[in-house]
């Protein structure tokens, strides 16, 4: 525990980049699993108390109640089938309680990776994501799950009677619930690949066409049922996802162009600075010192007077007579 801790203070103080040894990445991403597979253990036990306690089996036993009445109760064909059923809901529950707790820590690993930009962006997503799923599961309790249970109860009804059992009867409720709140994450994944700088907006209205296509094929895999119904429940909601998501990537991509727009702006004087200082040596002349006064040759060049050089004797040369002792 010291180790990790030593090392992250080692990222946020000495380290700005977040460069660490492998080992170290080993180390820390030991403890994030540890910590991840507890909160699961803790989602786990919360799902069972909700189940037992909260009467969460109730509350997805309504809509099949709605439709083949307040006494209908699905049947079991084993001894075991029920405890395990249980078990099989408070896990799903225990792993959606837990989410928060294991994005935190996936993102706290990943994150210094990215820039300063990238995590500002993708951060809101986290808690958007959150938003969005829980709207998704409560459009497709509310509205396409009736929906879905009786228009399948509506087939067949001439010669096969309903009696769904327990295993099929929550798995086919829980697999919708899932399938829609995760539905519903597309404008956050969009989001993150905006801020990554994987797509563009010009890219997704350019797949306006494809996605139709891809969210009617989603939906009939989803809630199989008459072309009107699934157009109005599962297709538009979809598509208008999909609408969002782009309005998105254009509020990313806005803010990439102006932040580059800015940094461009301020590297604009320092470059004229270094074209300034890329002329040729021979139109820049030094300023003289105290102890330079300038170069004889380079001032006759340029047209300047050049200083004469006082005359220094020379030791070789013979000396001159001296004239007085001859008078």
Known sequence: MKRLRDGLLARATNNPKAEMPFLEHLEEMRWRILWSLLALVLGLGAGIFLVLYFDAMLILLA???EIL???WMPQALGPNENLFFLLKVAIWIGLVLASPTLVYHGWQFLSPALEKHEKRAIVPSLYLGLVLFIAGVAMAYFIV????????????TEFMTQGWTGNLYFGEVIKLLLAVGFIFELPVVILVLSALGIVTPRFLRSKRRHAIVASTILASLITPGDAITLTLFMVTPIFLLYEFSILLSVLVWRKRDARD??????????DAVAADDTRAPEDTVAAPTPYDHGDPARQGETGAPATPEPATPDADAPESPDTDGEE
Do not use: H, N
């Open 63 to 65: 809509p099949g109640r």
């Open 69 to 71: 009445g307040e006494d």
């Open 145 to 156: 799950l009736p929906f879905y249970l009786r228009f399948m109860v509506g087939i067949g």
């Open 261 to 270: 727009g800015q940094a461009e702006t301020a590297a604009a004087p320092s």
